[in-house]
């Protein structure tokens, strides 16, 4: 088992940044793969970014390419999301997921381990 708690969510002003972070615990290294997805009220929950098991290889929704960096810290079983020009439209509830690939995988069923999410909201 896979535990993952996210962290660093709160309340910015439009064009502020947030570095969202979370923590895996348990056997991590049997889920490797690791990204940031995002639930909107009302909405489906969307790829927000992905990063390869080493670090090497990242990919991003459209929406927030250019503006966010997912990076991974494995000494310190941690991944980040530095959110930077920060949108109203960003706003949500950001979880962090985990999977047994080595790639970099935008679908939600390619993750089988989530965190409990954390709320990002940005003011206009």
């Known amino acids: 088992q896979v535990q993952l708690v996210e962290s660093g969510g709160g309340l910015v002003q439009a064009g502020g940044s947030l570095r969202l972070s979370c923590a895996a615990s348990?056997?991590?290294?049997?889920?490797?793969?690791m990204g940031w997805f995002r639930q909107a009220p009302g909405k489906e929950r969307e790829f927000v970014a992905a990063?390869?098991?080493?670090?090497?290889?990242?990919r991003y929704a459209d929406s927030v390419k250019g503006r966010f960096t997912i990076s991974r810290d494995n000494a310190k079983s941690t991944v980040y999301l530095q959110m930077n020009s920060l949108k109203p439209e960003d706003t949500a509830v950001y979880y962090c997921a985990a999977g047994s690939g080595f790639g970099v995988y935008a679908f939600a069923s390619l993750y089988n381990y989530w965190g409990q999410g954390t709320q990002v909201t940005v003011s206009s």
């Open positions: 348990g056997r991590t290294s049997s889920s490797p793969a």
């Open positions: 990063v390869s098991w080493d670090g090497g290889s990242t």
